[in-house]
């Protein structure tokens, strides 16, 4: 059986909807499943009427902020909102300025028979880098330790806007954006902890090189000259690896300052 999961920070719902690009977006991938990060909206604000699709949303407590949410075509077994209370006791997700990371609408977890499936929008770290040791020291261990113990159970496949780029190949301009949001020693380290833990970058699988990217600044045509980062990424546990059949970035889908990205499982 063949399975397409695709991805997409759609940078308000009710927006991109709006502008007729999401339905497109649907329309010709035809995913079996769509996770969504920054979806800007509670669900009875939703404009959708999506036929075939059973809808899952995380809404940010906060108004037009954040949020995620899964729309599937095949019924999970059951679904998760957030990191569990445990994680947010042991990381003190609570312990923010900005406020709880765990009320942000920033996970949302569903179990299917054969793998869980995990929609993430990573906290931005801001340009200041106020942000950056709670992603750093909180953040990415509690989500780590979340993927991790659902790994125990059965393969994971998680999703999103990561809001880093991995390595240098991951930006068009690697050096003067070194040390900037995005690009902090800090948030490359809370990376490479998923792989050490035996997850899989997909894109990487097929694609090696610059030049492929999920996200571009609305400033100075950055997205036509392609002047982007890639952080956006399908991440999986190994034993699903061998399962993964293509990895896509659907940089032709407009619509928000994110493009999709997609992965085909061969089941």
Known sequence: MSLKLASWNVN??????????????????????ICLQEIKAQESQSPLEL??????????????YSG??????????????????????KHQLHDDSFGNTNQEGRVLTAEFEDFYLVTCYTPNVKDDLSRLSVRHQKWDPAFLDHVSALAKNKPVAFCGDLNVAHT???????????GKAGCTDEERSGFVALLAAGFVDTFRMFTQGNGHYTWWSYR?????????WRIDYFLVSSELADKVVAAEIHDQAMGSDHCPVSITLDM
Not at 12 to 33: C, N, Q, Y
Request: no cysteine; glycine share 12%.
């Open 220 to 228: 100075g045509g950055a997205r036509t000259g392609n002047v982007g």
């Open 168 to 178: 240098d190949d991951d930006l068009a301009r690697p050096k003067p954006n070194h």
């Open 12 to 33: 308000g719902i009710r927006a991109v909807h709006g502008k007729g690009l999401f339905t497109s977006f649907l329309d010709e991938v035809d995913p079996d499943i």
């Open 68 to 89: 995620t949410a899964i729309f599937s075509k095949v019924k999970p077994i059951a679904v998760t909102h957030g990191l569990p209370k445990r994680l947010e006791t």
């Open 51 to 64: 036929v075939g699709y059973h809808e899952f949303w995380n809404s940010a407590d906060k108004p037009g």
